[in-house]
């Protein structure tokens, strides 16, 4: 795709979301924008964006920010994780949600090996656990981001280990009078699969939360004191944050540091540092940028696609567009692509990051920006939660 179709595309669905959703169309008239303005890379910081908070459910604005009678052709909304408790909720059609797989798609399969392997290890739960986690906003259903992505993995071998425990979850009503479910990692199923990996040599992908991982495997290494030899038959999928140790509604009492992380994981199954990635995206927008190690920077690189989409990077305090490498600041993501149902054109986002090229990777000479991301602007309080979760595996 060339630029000059992107900026054409993205030109159409600025004006189009101003024609149908009334907050965007504030926000232009707020920024005092001309929507027949020409769009180009110097003038993409001009666009007007949503902020995060606008689609908070404390906000209750979520329902305004759709497109046109978007609400009428939803199936369900997409709720994010909600590290403070307070999650986002986006309406996507089914088009919008197309793209955003597409998107994951593409991430998995440029920095990772999807399509090469068919044995798969989640830290996730199967789909009839995430259909019960599941709010109700304006008689329809909010589920996890993860419902709507989850089929990509279709055609793998899948063990998923996060599960619901019947036994703690009546201990826990018991004990604390709330009805709340009990949801961990089954570890009985985590070892077992790692054996059979390891010594049938399945090539095999090991994905989703770091925040799981890390600790389940560092308990299983305490008390076992045993590590597996995967060589090149591991690869290493890992995205959403969680490096704060809190992730949702999971909350641990430290942080994890990525280098002790690649470090931990690379001892643990005897692989190299290339046989990780790691993907960063947000709820608010259906854009996914892949990332894989740098030695250099002791940190994941991010990339933007530049098919996907684009990123500004504001200040911190003036939120003007930050054109200097290395200088750090709020992360916007613009794509004209998969938010046909509300306003998610350009969404502001929490996360502080450090862009280390505009143009293409140092490392890997991807073309599209490179950054890394360096804090968030909100609290990861992780309060609040409509089911009780665990990292205690059972009975490694």
């Not at 019947?166 to 790692?194: C, P, Q, V």
């Not at 990780?276 to 940028?289: I, K, L, Q, R, V």
């Not at 990123?311 to 290395?326: H, Q």
Request: charged share 25%; glycine share 6%; with cysteine.
């Amino acid at each position: 795709m060339t630029s000059n179709l992107f900026y054409k595309d993205l030109h159409n669905t600025v004006k189009e979301t101003v024609s149908d959703c009334v907050i965007y169309k504030n926000q232009c008239d707020k920024f005092e924008y001309n929507v027949d303005s020409t769009i180009n890379e110097s003038t993409l910081g001009e666009i007007p964006y949503i902020p995060w908070e606008f689609f908070k459910l404390s906000n209750n604005r979520f329902k305004q920010l759709l497109r046109g009678n978007a609400f009428h052709e939803l199936e369900y909304w997409m709720e994010s994780s909600s590290t403070t408790g307070d999650p986002s909720i986006i309406g996507r059609l089914t088009n919008d949600i197309e793209v955003l797989k597409s998107n994951y798609n593409d991430v998995f399969n440029s920095f990772s090996v999807k399509d090469q392997v068919h044995n798969l290890i989640l830290f996730a739960p199967k789909m009839n656990v995430i259909n019960k986690i599941r709010h109700n906003f304006y008689e329809k259903n909010a589920y996890l981001l993860y419902k709507s992505i989850v089929d990509i993995w279709e055609d793998k071998h899948i063990s998923y280990l996060l599960q619901f425990f019947f036994g703690k979850t009546i201990r826990n009503i018991l004990t604390t009078f709330k009805l709340r479910a009990f949801i961990g990692i089954n570890g009985k199923k985590l070892k077992s699969e790692l054996i059979r990996v390891e010594k049938n040599n399945i090539p095999t992908i090991m994905a989703n939360s770091s925040i799981w991982m890390h600790k389940i495997l560092k308990d299983y290494y305490k008390k076992e004191k045993k590590t597996f030899d995967m060589s090149d038959n591991l690869h290493i999928i890992t995205g959403g944050g969680g490096w704060d140790g809190i992730k949702g509604r999971v909350k641990l009492d430290y942080e994890i540091e990525k280098p002790e992380f690649i470090e931990q994981m690379c001892s643990m199954f005897n692989i190299t540092n290339d046989k990780f990635c790691d993907n960063f995206a947000a709820t608010e927008s259906p854009m996914a940028c892949g990332g894989h190690w740098s030695d250099k920077y002791n940190d994941f690189l991010h990339h933007v696609n530049n098919i996907q989409g684009r990123i500004i990077v504001r200040d911190v305090d003036t939120l003007e567009p930050i054109k200097n490498v290395g200088e750090s600041g709020i992360l916007e993501l613009i794509t004209p692509y998969g938010v046909e149902s509300y306003a998610g054109v350009a969404v502001l986002l929490d996360d502080i990051v450090q862009v280390e090229n505009w143009k293409r990777c140092p490392e890997c000479n991807r073309e599209g920006a490179v950054f890394r991301v360096i804090d968030r602007l909100t609290p990861s309080i992780g309060k609040g939660c409509s089911s009780l979760f665990t990292t205690d595996p059972v009975k490694l």
